[in-house]
C-alpha cells in the first residue's frame, strides 16, 4: 500500500510492530526493497522518500535540516499512529537521530546504518555532555576528508547525474561485490523518479555542516550503531568515538549486545551498504536488537 501524505511518499508493507526504514543520500526508498520482504514478515515496513528524492516532492524550507526532519517526523507520527522502531543508513541515519532526539515519545528504538553524527573529519572534539574534554582522545574525528565532500558539491553544478554514478561508486569501494552492488542499487534507483537537485545540493550540505555529537548525551531511546569494516565514508573508527558520546557505555563486536541501552556492531565483510552485502546477517541483527525477547 501507497500512503501520500503531503506529498511525501510513503510505501507501508507487512504487519506487526511498526518499523520505518529512511535512506540515504541521492537515492530513494527502493534501497530497502530487496530486504523488505524478510523484514514484514514481522514488522509492518514503512518506508518513505525523503523531500526532493524519489516520489517526495521539494518544498520551501526543506533546504532546513531541523525543517525536513520535522516535515517527516510529524508526517510518520500522523500516519503511523503509535511509537516506531526508526532505521536510517547513512544521511538517513543522521536525520533519524536528529528525530530521535526531537520526538523521543514516539521512536521505540534506533537504528544508525552506516552513519555518524558528524560525517566530516575534524581536529574538534566537542565536549559531551557526559563527560569532559581531558577525557577525549587526541587526534582527528574520523570521517569523510572535507574535500571530498568539496569536489561532490562542485560535480553538483555542472552534472548531477554523473555526480551520483559517483557516489555509488565511492560507497561500493571496500565490498567484495563491488560492482554487482553498484549495478543493483543503479536499478533500484531507476524505479523512482531522479532526486530533485535542490535535494542533493542541501544533502551535501547536511553532511558537510551538521553536528550531532555534543546532542548525543540527550538520546533517551535504546539504540543501535551499524557499520561497515571496509566503509570508506564512514570508518570503522567512528564506532569506538561515536561511542564516547552516547549517555551510557556501548558494547561494540562484531556481535550484537542487544541487552545494552545502547549497543554497536560491525559487519566484516561490507563496505557502506551492509544490508546490501551482508543482507542475511544484516536483517538477522536488526530483528535481534528489536525484539530482544523473540
Same mark, same amino acid.
Given at each position: 500500500?501507497?500512503?501520500?501524505?503531503?506529498?511525501?511518499?510513503? &510505501?507501508?508493507?507487512?504487519? %506487526?510492530?511498526?518499523?520505518?526504514?529512511?535512506?540515504?543520500?541521492?537515492?530513494?526508498?527502493?534501497?530497502?526493497?530487496?530486504?523488505?520482504?524478510?523484514?514484514?514478515?514481522?514488522?509492518?515496513?514503512?518506508?518513505?522518500?525523503?523531500?526532493?528524492? %524519489?516520489?517526495?516532492?521539494?518544498?520551501?524550507? &526543506?533546504?532546513?535540516?531541523?525543517?525536513?526532519?520535522?516535515?517527516? #517526523?510529524?508526517?510518520?507520527? /500522523?500516519?503511523?499512529?503509535?511509537?516506531?522502531?526508526?532505521?536510517?543508513?547513512?544521511?538517513?541515519?543522521?536525520? /533519524?537521530?536528529?528525530?530521535?532526539?526531537?520526538?523521543?515519545?514516539?521512536?521505540?528504538?534506533?537504528?544508525?546504518?552506516?552513519?555518524?553524527?558528524?560525517?566530516? #573529519?575534524?581536529?574538534?572534539?566537542?565536549?559531551?555532555?557526559?563527560?569532559?574534554?581531558?577525557?577525549?582522545? &587526541?587526534?582527528?574525528?574520523?570521517?569523510?576528508?572535507?574535500?571530498?565532500?568539496?569536489?561532490?558539491?562542485?560535480?553538483?553544478?555542472?552534472?548531477?547525474?554523473?555526480?551520483? =554514478?559517483?557516489?555509488? /561508486?565511492?560507497?561500493?569501494?571496500?565490498?567484495?561485490?563491488?560492482?554487482?552492488?553498484?549495478?543493483?542499487?543503479?536499478?533500484?534507483?531507476?524505479?523512482?523518479?531522479?532526486?530533485?537537485?535542490?535535494?542533493?545540493?542541501? %544533502?551535501?550540505?547536511?553532511?558537510?555542516?551538521?553536528?550531532?555529537?555534543?546532542?548525543?548525551?540527550?538520546?533517551?531511546?535504546?539504540?543501535?550503531?551499524?557499520?561497515?569494516?571496509?566503509?570508506?565514508?564512514?570508518?570503522?573508527?567512528?564506532?569506538?568515538?561515536?561511542?564516547?558520546?552516547?549517555?551510557?557505555?556501548?558494547?561494540?563486536?562484531?556481535?550484537?549486545?542487544?541487552? =545494552?541501552?545502547?549497543?554497536?556492531?560491525?559487519? *566484516?565483510?561490507?563496505?557502506?551498504?551492509?544490508?546490501?552485502? =551482508?543482507?542475511?546477517?544484516?536483517?538477522?541483527?536488526?530483528?535481534?536488537?528489536?525484539?530482544? *525477547?523473540?
Amino acid at each position: 500500500m501507497v500512503q501520500h501524505a503531503d506529498k511525501l511518499s510513503v &510505501n507501508v508493507q507487512g504487519s %506487526g510492530a511498526p518499523l520505518v526504514l529512511l535512506h540515504g543520500w541521492g537515492l530513494n526508498q527502493a534501497i530497502w526493497f530487496p530486504i523488505r520482504a524478510q523484514l514484514a514478515q514481522h514488522f509492518r515496513v514503512y518506508t518513505i522518500d525523503l523531500p526532493g528524492f %524519489g516520489e517526495s516532492n521539494w518544498q520551501q524550507g &526543506n533546504e532546513d535540516f531541523q525543517h525536513t526532519c520535522a516535515r517527516a #517526523a510529524e508526517q510518520l507520527i /500522523a500516519s503511523i499512529g503509535e511509537p516506531f522502531h526508526l532505521v536510517g543508513w547513512s544521511m538517513g541515519g543522521l536525520i /533519524a537521530t536528529q528525530i530521535a532526539l526531537d520526538y523521543s515519545t514516539y521512536v521505540k528504538r534506533l537504528v544508525c546504518v552506516a552513519s555518524s553524527p558528524c560525517f566530516v #573529519a575534524r581536529p574538534d572534539w566537542p565536549t559531551p555532555s557526559t563527560g569532559n574534554m581531558s577525557a577525549m582522545p &587526541n587526534g582527528e574525528w574520523p570521517g569523510i576528508k572535507k574535500e571530498t565532500l568539496e569536489t561532490f558539491r562542485y560535480q553538483l553544478t555542472t552534472d548531477f547525474r554523473k555526480t551520483l =554514478e559517483r557516489f555509488l /561508486a565511492v560507497q561500493a569501494l571496500g565490498s567484495p561485490a563491488a560492482r554487482e552492488e553498484i549495478k543493483a542499487m543503479r536499478a533500484l534507483l531507476a524505479e523512482r523518479p531522479e532526486p530533485q537537485p535542490e535535494a542533493l545540493v542541501a %544533502g551535501l550540505r547536511w553532511l558537510a555542516e551538521v553536528d550531532l555529537r555534543s546532542a548525543l548525551g540527550a538520546l533517551n531511546v535504546p539504540s543501535l550503531h551499524m557499520y561497515g569494516r571496509r566503509d570508506s565514508l564512514v570508518p570503522i573508527a567512528a564506532s569506538a568515538a561515536v561511542a564516547r558520546y552516547l549517555p551510557s557505555s556501548i558494547g561494540h563486536s562484531s556481535e550484537l549486545h542487544a541487552s =545494552e541501552q545502547h549497543s554497536s556492531c560491525q559487519f *566484516d565483510a561490507s563496505a557502506h551498504a551492509p544490508f546490501f552485502t =551482508e543482507p542475511e546477517l544484516f536483517v538477522q541483527r536488526l530483528q535481534q536488537f528489536l525484539m530482544p *525477547d523473540a
